[in-house]
């Protein structure tokens, strides 16, 4: 468990989220201001700040669209839908985009907004979440206070939020 120190509770947040993500590998972490959320991101496999933001901005266009049109994409199609490259295969990839929309969620819940990552769900991976999203989904609704007791019932009200504003 993380300590907070002499960080805020955003702050704090986001680091648990990125050292959960991150799997405590030893990444260089620093600061990254997005409106009125700061966030402690790791330097991820040679991934600049630009091509993330930029990553993150085309997530936020292509789920809010799937958002108009009430549906769901899967981790993988998202993925390639990037215009962004990287240098790596598969299993780091998910892991930016997997912090790309866990911080497009952040600033959403912030804003008072549904978490947008909702959206983002596993296809064919044969897990109990097949369908829904992966557990860092709910693992950040919990540590932005949310009750995810429930995990079904937390996501449909998310779901619900994104598809009837």
Known sequence: MLEKKGISEKEWVYQ???DKFIQNKGDVMHKVQAGA???NRPDFY???DVNF?????????ILSDLAKRKKFIGYKELA???????????????????????????EC???GLPLISALVVNKTDGSDHQGLPGNGFFELAGWLGEDV???????SVQVNRIFNP
């Open 16 to 18: 648990a989220i990125s």
């Open 80 to 106: 390639d839908k990037l215009t962004i490259t990287y240098p790596y295969d598969e299993d780091p990839k998910f892991t930016v985009i997997a912090h790309m929309v866990g911080e497009l969620s952040h």
């Open 46 to 48: 040679f991934i600049t």
């Open 37 to 39: 959320v700061t966030f």
């Open 53 to 61: 933001d930029r990553g993150k901005e085309e997530c936020r266009v």
């Open 149 to 155: 007791s429930d995990q079904m019932v937390f996501w």
């Open 109 to 111: 819940h912030a804003s």
